[in-house]
């Protein structure tokens, strides 16, 4: 009888810790959220670079993501998700953008339109134009295309500092290793709070001033460089999530923070980091005379039930085929 009451309660425990070990894998999972990071566009295929791609590769982008299921996050959904105040979607995903070129409005902003994609646009302050801009070459934002894009829904303004990206090497990597928000050789943490901090409240201001976006809980490092003095000013000015550019899945498990990033170029498969759905519709276009000419029952019975009078385009499950 003892033996059996031993058994019994190892089964137990040992039970309890096959749950336990299912419901954190669930954890862990639901924990996971892609991130992309593009940064300019052009429709000039000779004008592509580890930078830039083109108009048509993003919209594949897009439409994959639309095709599949996918779910487009912004920060103020990331941080309701790690409250527990909302629900992970089935196949997240988080669209970023850095630096706020004008392709940016030009073409990706009608691209997300047309798909319901939304993304976050990192600004580099100084960057953005003045509204009464007349360059005929410009190649960043005026702040009238980043207010309607923030005010469409589809678009979040986040910051990329106003001016901390080198400018003393021409935006280029320093020599020195010492980049964007890095701490300066021999700069006390006083100093390093003023410089920087000033900077990021300039970056904050000039979005909060020139759009209708009322805070800023975004932050891209710049060159994906990082320092630990750095996130006590992000707290102070109500920045929730930063990304970084090293390349990896992204867990809010442990946090908002320090998020990884895939580079998007012309030569990334974007199905190696987002796995297709099996279940993903797609749309045909049925006609009157069409059931009798379809073979596959499944498909014809659904054809048969959204039956048009005339020319029409509609859903058909992809497992149905």
Not at 19 to 44: E, F, G, Q, R, W
Not at 235 to 240: A, L, R, V
Request: with cysteine; charged share 20%.
């Amino acid at each position: 009888m003892k033996k059996f009451w031993q058994r019994l309660v190892l089964f137990g425990l040992t039970g309890a810790f096959f749950v336990s070990c299912i419901s954190c894998s669930a954890a862990n999972t639901a924990s996971k959220v892609p991130i992309l990071m593009y940064h300019n566009l052009t429709n000039d295929p000779s004008a592509v670079t580890s930078m830039t791609i083109t108009g048509e590769r993003f919209q594949e982008d897009m439409e994959y993501l639309e095709y599949n299921g996918y779910t487009p996050l912004l920060s103020s959904d990331l941080i309701d998700i790690r409250a527990g105040k909302e629900a992970m979607p089935e196949r997240p995903v988080m669209i970023t953008f850095d630096d706020g070129y004008r392709s940016n409005y030009d073409i990706a902003y009608p691209i997300l339109q047309k798909t319901g994609m939304k993304a976050v646009i990192a600004l580099i302050g100084k960057s953005i134009r003045a509204n009464d801009n007349t360059e005929a070459n410009r190649f960043f934002l005026k702040w009238d295309e980043a207010a309607e894009m923030a005010d469409s829904g589809l678009v979040e303004l986040g910051s990329h500092t106003y001016n901390l990206h080198n400018p003393q090497y021409g935006g280029l990597t320093a020599p020195d290793g010492i980049n964007g928000i890095q701490r300066l050789k021999g700069e006390s943490q006083t100093a390093y709070n003023k410089r920087v901090g000033e900077d990021l409240k300039q970056s904050i201001d000039l979005i909060t001033q020139n759009t209708s976006q009322k805070n800023v809980l975004f932050f891209a490092y710049p060159f994906g460089a990082r320092d630990a003095w750095m996130q006590p000013l992000l707290q102070k000015n109500g920045i929730q999530v930063s990304v970084l550019t090293n390349t990896e899945t992204a867990s809010i498990r442990r946090g908002l923070t320090d998020l990884p990033r895939y580079r998007i170029t012309m030569d990334t498969k974007l199905s190696d980091i987002l796995p297709a759905n099996p279940n993903a519709s797609h749309d045909i276009t049925v006609r009157a005379h069409m059931p009798t000419m379809i073979k596959n029952e499944k498909i014809r019975q659904e054809v048969a039930r959204h039956l048009p009078a005339q020319e029409r385009t509609i859903k058909i499950p992809k497992s149905y085929t």
